[in-house]
């Protein structure tokens, strides 16, 4: 089992490397699913062919699929959010309240995911490239997992208070559904999903880049915030490079100048990662066929699916009477990290995006003393009170 995930700022071309990989792919004669979980689909577009929701043979060992997030949230919560709209609306809230109010937050993308992973985990292909979103979308379905723990988990601290009461009102709406048993049965899958994604020998992560400042900016984002949920990242691929003209003309010559910093900007942010580069194409690259040739190009004799880089993940190790929990967060400095502590639970903030880092019951009573960045990771110190 195979997931390769690529993301990048909108407009790098993604789709198009994603669908020239898993093309690359399925010609080594593995099951190969390239689907795309973005809501403005250009799947299709890139393949010149139409998709659906199910995945498609369009070629040899080659399947693609575009993700109907609506869908699939109905078929892994549609009757337990009937049940609960359905409660609360006979509670006095209008119809489009309780609608919202049954929704778990973030379903459409756990709901997306999973529905890879089951694809994936059933042993329908030996591997999935996944087409993202741009980079903030993308974050936000991979910290899904995350959130969608955290809420189970607060749902399940007020279930002995909150749904007594209404359980007995689901069960007379429908009779025989638990709302709960639902849910945590649908926490099992997530948690198994959450395990998946962050097996360095399963997932890997790929940033797509353009030799642009802005560019090559978001992508050092997400290789932060990639960081900080644990998520391995095994290669950076570079698009859209220019030759070195053969023309003195200023136009063209400006354009190759400007990207040259640009590109060694990357080999040297982004070490000690991989860095693939994906010439300028003159014409647009659509098609199977330009796709297959464009995967070759990519990757030449390399296997495509294989892990090209693993890196640190969390770690946590003693000194002393002490504990250090390590983080890798790239690119990041000690002033832009909010920490703050609830129990076993350590909350780790960088701007928008906070994940919850379950401490080990041996450090349960030990104080967070002091943090500080080490080489590209934020180190915790832990001590008695």
Known sequence: MRIILFLGKGGVGKTTVSAATAAQIAKTGKKTLIVSTDLAHSLADSLNTELTSQPKEIAQNLWAQEINALDEVRTYWGKAQEYLSSTLRQQGMDDVAAEEMALIPGMDEVASLLNIYRRVEAGDFDTAVIDAAPTGETVRLLSMPDVFSYYVKKMNRFQGAIFSMVRPMLKNVVPG?????????????????????????????????????????????????????????????????????????????????????????????????????????????????????????????????????????????????????????????????????????????????????????????????????????????????
Do not use: W
């Open 177 to 385: 559904v638990d709302v709960m048993e639902t849910v945590e049965a649908l926490n099992v899958q997530v948690k198994a999903l959450r395990e998946t994604l962050i097996n360095s020998d399963i997932s890997s992560y790929r940033l797509v880049v353009n030799p642009e400042k802005m560019v090559i900016k978001e992508a050092l984002r997400a290789e932060t915030y990639l960081a900080l949920y644990g998520y391995p990242i095994d290669m950076v691929v570079c698009n859209r490079i220019l030759p070195k003209p053969a023309t003195e003309d200023p136009f063209i010559v400006a354009m190759y100048q400007q990207q040259r910093p640009y590109l060694k900007m990357i080999y040297d942010t982004f070490a000690p990662l991989p860095v693939l580069e994906v010439p300028y194409a003159p014409h647009e690259i659509v098609g199977l066929d330009m796709l297959q040739d464009l995967g070759g190009q990519l990757y030449g004799s390399k296997n495509p699916d294989q892990v090209f880089f693993k890196g640190r993940l969390q770690e946590i190790d003693k000194a002393g009477d002490e504990y250090i929990l390590r983080l890798p967060l790239p690119h990041v400095e000690i002033d832009k990290v909010t920490m703050s502590r609830k129990g076993d639970e350590l909350y780790v903030e960088i701007g928008n995006f906070k994940r919850a880092i379950t401490l080990p019951s041996s450090m349960s009573g030990l104080e967070a003393k002091r943090a500080k960045m080490v080489s590209g990771s934020l180190e915790v110190r832990f001590g008695a009170p």
